[in-house]
């Protein structure tokens, strides 16, 4: 593969996103790693380039573009406000495999409250119009209705916490709903360890354990024994509502499809009405640009492998070929800009494609 034919038809999707209306920006290389890390959490460790500067304390390789982005607009941006970004971005793989280490990145974003759905609509109408040559498959998910149906859940705020903070990890996600809805039995190393808190205060246990060792205080596992014995005596969510949990997990159907088994689930679940809603808006908005609502593939579990900053719509484009990463891939990140906007926010959505790919499917490169 030529860099010459990647930049090239980098430098064209750039134009055709600007042409659209976006301004151009820029974004640093190196990016202060607190930043991410207090966004993603420890585990984007594993997937990205960290080193230390002497003066600015610990920095990153861009993994994306968009929290820079982000920054700069909730500084200093008017709205609405479109922007493009071309550049490198740099992701850290532990097999070898399809996927590049580092690699050129073209993206979108749209920072726009007063039609969300309408945004929605425009940046992955955008993007497939875009990649129409290709004859890629769009899937689409919304991350929001999975989020509302956890929110919805009649249990804990932790119970409900946990089951958040795992969205984006699948496995750990479905291992906990099954444990809260009581159809896995609790591991035999947690049922000892509850055996002995039983018995004996949190405080009563450390002193008998000896010295500390370790970053952690002694408040902090106190509250950890604490969390544990609440979670051990809270009662297990209801049939019907971990019922709705699997239901909507296994949706997949096309979209306009999908909506009328959405809005049944929200008659069980009525805390899903307005995400249900929306995505009923969202619909209507992509039909209105043109797309085939009858037909493009909806997934209600999409998203959950992806970046952990989207918290509504998602939707990625794939070449025919399973061994290749996304084409493109992109979402709503409401939350991010409340995060990273000192106390604005305003919703957003972006989306991405690699020009890498884009010059292999054409055979260019």
């Known amino acids: 593969m030529t860099k010459a034919a990647v930049r090239a038809e980098a430098e064209a999707l750039f134009a055709a996103f600007q042409a659209a209306g976006a301004l151009p920006v820029e974004a640093d290389i190196l990016l202060p790693a607190g930043t991410l890390l207090d966004l993603y959490g420890e585990d984007i460790r594993a997937r990205a380039y960290v080193t230390s500067d002497p003066l600015r304390g610990e920095m990153m390789l861009r993994p994306d573009f968009t929290v820079p982005v982000v920054q700069a607009h909730m500084a200093e941006g008017a709205e609405p406000a479109r922007y493009t970004y071309m550049g490198e971005v740099f992701r850290r793989q532990e097999h070898a495999g399809p996927r590049a280490s580092e690699y050129l990145q073209v993206g979108f974003e749209l920072f726009d409250r007063a039609e969300p759905e309408a945004a929605d609509a425009e940046v992955f109408a955008l993007i497939a119009e875009l990649l129409t040559p290709l004859g890629l498959q769009a899937a689409t998910g919304d991350i929001g209705i999975l989020m509302a149906a956890v929110r919805g859940l009649s249990t804990t705020e932790k119970r409900k916490a946990a089951l958040l903070r795992h969205v984006w990890r699948p496995t750990r996600f479905r291992a906990l709903l099954d444990r809260f809805a009581g159809r896995t039995p609790v591991p035999e190393a947690r049922l000892r360890l509850l055996d002995r808190l039983a018995g004996a205060s949190a405080g009563a246990l450390m002193e008998a354990a000896g010295p500390a060792i370790g970053l952690r205080e002694p408040c902090e596992i106190e509250a950890r024994a604490a969390a544990l014995i609440e979670d051990a005596e809270a009662a297990p969510l209801g049939a019907e509502e971990a019922a709705v949990l699997d239901d909507l997990l296994s949706l997949e159907a096309p979209a306009a499809a999908a909506l009328g088994r959405l809005e049944a689930l929200a008659r069980r679940m009525p805390a899903l009405e307005p995400s249900v809603a ?61 995060v990273l906007g000192q106390g604005r926010s305003i919703p957003a959505i972006g989306g991405v494609i690699r020009p890498g790919l884009v010059a292999r499917l054409k055979g260019l490169a």
């Not at 619909?283 to 992806?306: C, K, N, W």
């Open 278 to 338: 929306r995505f009923g808006r969202r619909l209507t908005a992509l039909a209105t640009r043109g797309i085939e609502v009858e037909r493009l593939p909806f997934y209600a579990s999409h998203g959950q492998s992806s970046l952990e900053y989207y918290d509504g719509f998602v939707f990625s484009f794939h070449a025919a070929d399973a061994g290749l990463p996304p084409v493109s891939t992109g979402g709503r990140y409401d939350a991010l800009t409340a």
